[in-house]
């Protein structure tokens, strides 16, 4: 492998990755037709408030960890907003606030993912079958497929970590203008953490290299001569970071007096996963979390260290890719940037397992590891190159037919892999239906069912999923909180809510009232669509 200052790219296999790409593209956007789950209706539904000029407020709750009861609200207090912004950019291009608008951007990013990781690839010094191979592999990202063409984070995050390490390279292994790197790397890591929370983590790893960079006086560049990296350098990158991060502080100071949110610190006392939706937030508290009992405390850590492994193995290495991974990381464990990329994969591993384990398992870890794609197809192609070697000293393989023949194989499982982890996905397998939009349908269809019922477009309405309501129906909405009636008749007081819409996915504490539907002090039950019970509720001293 060979050390390069300025990446290039065949021309031919750019053209060729870039024509089948937008192939996909086209595919999996004509059948992901909708946001498809609340996180992508969340980052859509800011877009649109961005759009009409609403700034960074919503009207609607999805959760109440920040302790705010008013409507409307500020938004992007649990989520990052990078993506919501981006949405918007899709919408002020087009001139509309469709779907197709908002994931505009998202799906042109996944167009080019693969001739960027092949650029990035050759950056790192990769010889060019290896870069183009993982370009290849890049094409057919199996779970994460539909996921990159919709209204979510995972694209952002795989560019920008490929970027991130990219620059790493560059800082540690090259004689280029360090102080811009350095400044390079600020900027990524600040736009990392504005896409997730834990993008904190990119930065923070940032500064541990500069300091490993500034005293290790080993490092050197291709002249031999001791490089130097002064505190300058380290301003520079926090200078670069606070470029896209610095208004968010300044907003959340604004908000809660403090850099950040309270969410992240009052979800560190959940002890199972339906506590993100707790009314009052003050109940989440360290003696609360310590109730619960060590033993379940490490059994759910447990869970989501198995949980987690299992994400790494199936998802962000298809299965099938996940030797050929570690043999490619073990390959290149000396190089710094396949180091840091070790370093913050165990990092994230520990955060999303220890600290923050119930968002883990529900998604987190997998949002997360979409950061270190980039680099996980690049050592799978090393590792490829590694056992085709291994083999020809072995079996006396011809080794330039061996790697044509295995890389175009994992090209093809990549191909049936991703077909049918997509179609699953997208697709109910019993009915062949399209259930990756099925609740959008059925929001729609909820708000053609409150209009014949004439319900008045202004009443708050409490129901499962409020970001995807409001999208389809224009209407304000809060969450049902865990808990049992008692507290969504709090909860529905205090926000002014009209209406209750239990559905089939519901709260533990309403499962009664979800089987056996009535009137109750405080609420009327005025009716049903399919699985969802319509209630109305009531003041007490209405008689």
């Known amino acids: 492998m060979n050390d390069v200052n300025r990446p290039s790219v065949d021309l031919k296999a750019a053209a060729i990755l870039l024509a089948i790409n937008v192939a996909i593209a086209m595919f999996i956007s004509s059948l992901v037709k909708a946001p498809g789950y609340m996180d992508a209706e969340y980052y859509y539904a800011g877009g649109v408030q961005l759009f009409n000029g609403n700034g960074f407020t919503e009207p609607y709750v999805w959760n109440y960890l920040d302790g705010i009861d008013t409507l409307p609200r500020p938004s992007h207090t649990y989520w990052m907003p990078l993506v919501s912004i981006l949405s918007t950019g899709g919408m002020w291009l ?61 694209i952002v995050y795989v560019l920008l970590g490929g970027m991130y390490f990219f620059t790493v390279h560059r800082i540690f292994r090259t004689s280029q203008s360090h102080a811009r790197q350095w400044f390079c790397l600020g900027v990524i890591s600040g736009l990392m953490h504005l896409t997730r929370a834990d993008g904190l983590m990119w930065f923070i790893t940032a500064g541990l290299l500069w300091l490993i960079a500034n ?153 997360s590891g979409a950061g270190f794609q980039v680099m996980f197809w690049i050592s799978s192609a090393v590792g490829l190159d590694a056992f085709v070697q291994f083999m020809t000293d072995k079996r006396r393989w011809d080794g330039a037919q061996a790697w044509r023949f295995f890389s175009a194989l994992l090209v093809v499982v990549g191909l049936i892999f991703t077909t049918y982890i997509s179609y699953s996905l997208v ?12 609740g959008w349908q059925k929001h729609h269809a909820l708000s053609e069912k409150l209009m014949a019922m004439d319900i008045s477009e202004d009443s708050i309405v409490m129901i499962n999923d409020p970001p995807g309501f409001y999208l389809a129906t224009n209407q304000p909405a809060i969450v049902i909180p865990d808990g049992d009636i008692h507290t969504t008749l709090e909860v529905a007081d205090i926000y002014e809510a009209e209406l209750l819409i239990i559905e089939e996915n519901h709260v533990n504490g309403l499962d009664d009232l979800y089987e056996n539907p009535r009137d109750l002090p405080g609420l009327d039950y005025i009716g049903n669509l399919t699985d969802a019970k319509i209630f109305r509720f009531i003041s007490t001293n209405d008689g």
């Open 94 to 154: 087009t001139g509309g606030a469709s779907f197709f608008s908002a994931r505009l951007l998202f799906v042109l990013l996944f167009i080019f993912t693969p001739v960027v990781v092949v650029l990035i690839a050759t950056g790192l010094g990769v010889e060019r079958k290896f870069a183009i191979l993982a370009g290849y592999l890049a094409l057919f990202p199996g779970y994460y497929l539909p996921y990159f063409v919709t209204t979510d984070g995972f």
């Open 215 to 367: 005293f290790n006086k080993k490092q050197k560049h291709e002249e031999k001569q001791p490089i130097s990296h002064p505190p300058m350098y380290l301003l520079l990158m926090i200078v670069g970071y606070l470029l896209p991060m610095g208004l968010w502080y300044w907003r959340n100071l604004s908000l809660y007096s403090s850099l950040m949110s309270p969410v992240g610190a009052r979800v560190l006392w959940l002890t199972d996963y339906d506590q993100l939706f707790t009314f009052p937030p003050s109940n989440l508290t360290p003696q609360f979390w310590l109730s619960s009992g060590m033993d379940n405390i490490l059994k759910d850590r447990l869970s989501a260290l198995g949980n987690n492994i299992g994400t790494f193995v199936a998802v962000q290495n298809n299965i099938y890719l996940l030797p050929l991974t570690v043999i490619g990381f073990i390959k290149l464990r000396k190089r710094v940037e396949f180091r840091t990329a070790i370093f913050l994969w165990l990092l994230t591993l520990t955060v999303m397992t220890v600290v923050y384990p119930y968002a883990g398992m529900r998604g987190g870890f997998f949002h």
């Open 427 to 438: 697709f109910d397998p019993s009915s062949h239906e399209n259930q990756w939009s099925a």
